[in-house]
């Protein structure tokens, strides 16, 4: 009597594991998963669910104290029609970037060359530890009594908000960076420049980003704070005035502003992030 025929699974043999059958998605399931995918319905639906339920409690509040996501967008339109909305942006971004900007190539060049000299970094350390406690509001007098209540205040408001996170976070990376790269270097003939250039650098260039996305939202929070005590300008000027009126549509349309501003913002560093970074990939 003739043996039954065995299957041979290809895929065991070779890998010493049961193959897995891959079911292969259709044309239309692809364009689905492509364009919308899986985690963006989840998100929409908590944002609808969040507007409905901002909605329904607001509509049963007092309008002084709560308003609705149907006053904000009528607001906001009376506001964008108005010209009132676009101006405090472009006032708060001028201020924004320049900060940010400052903070960003300061905190972040500190940072490198106090892990690329390990006595800078062990001279500096504590006083960078030491000013990353001080509340920024407590030295607001000084930078009032040094620079006015100008542009330049609110600049330098925002630079102290923002400059402390990428400062620390490349100032990590550094001492993370794996000592065998530089003696793997050494061994080929690197030099001192070279080290630094193109082991020191790529090596704390995820940290780089990690801090200036931490900054960013850093440099929001000094820009509203700064233009809520100096000049009254820009976003934060318009939630303060607005809510002296009891016109809290207003206040969280200015409110909306910011997170779109910091989202931005952020978005324009990752998507740096992902330019620097592509040979990773």
Do not use: C
């Not at 506001?79 to 960003?104: E, H």
Request: without cysteine.
């Amino acid at each position: 009597m003739a043996a039954p025929a065995t299957r041979i699974d290809v895929g065991r043999v070779a890998t010493g594991r049961p193959r897995v059958e891959r079911h292969r998605l259709s044309r239309r399931e692809r364009i689905v998963r492509v364009v919308v995918p899986r985690e963006r319905l989840w998100q929409l639906a908590l944002l609808i669910a969040v507007l409905g339920a901002w909605e329904y409690v607001g509509r049963r509040s007092d309008r002084y104290t709560f308003a609705p996501p149907s006053s904000v967008i009528s607001a906001a339109g009376d506001m964008i029609r108005s010209g009132q909305l676009q101006d405090a942006v472009v006032t708060s971004l001028s201020s924004l970037l320049l900060g940010f900007a400052a903070a960003g190539a300061f905190g972040v060049g500190l940072g490198f060359a106090m892990g690329a000299w390990r006595n800078l970094g062990r001279t500096l350390d504590p006083f960078v530890s030491a000013l990353y406690v001080v509340p920024i509001v407590a030295v607001v007098p000084v930078i009032v009594a040094w620079v006015g209540l100008g542009l330049g205040a609110q600049v330098l408001v925002v630079f102290l908000f923002a400059v402390f996170e990428p400062l620390l976070a490349v100032y990590a990376g550094m001492k993370q960076i794996d000592p065998t790269l530089y003696d793997a270097a050494l061994t080929m003939g690197a030099r001192r420049g070279d080290l630094l250039r193109r082991v020191s650098l790529p090596a704390a260039l995820p940290f780089v980003f990690v801090g200036l996305r931490m900054g960013a939202s850093r440099a929001i929070k000094g820009m509203v704070l700064a233009q809520m005590l100096f000049a009254l300008s820009g976003l934060g000027g318009l939630i303060v005035t607005s809510a002296q009126d009891f016109r809290i549509d207003r206040v969280l349309v200015a409110v909306v502003a910011l997170s779109i501003l910091g989202v931005l913002l952020s978005g324009a560093v990752q998507a740096t992030e992902r330019y620097a970074l592509r040979w990773r990939r």
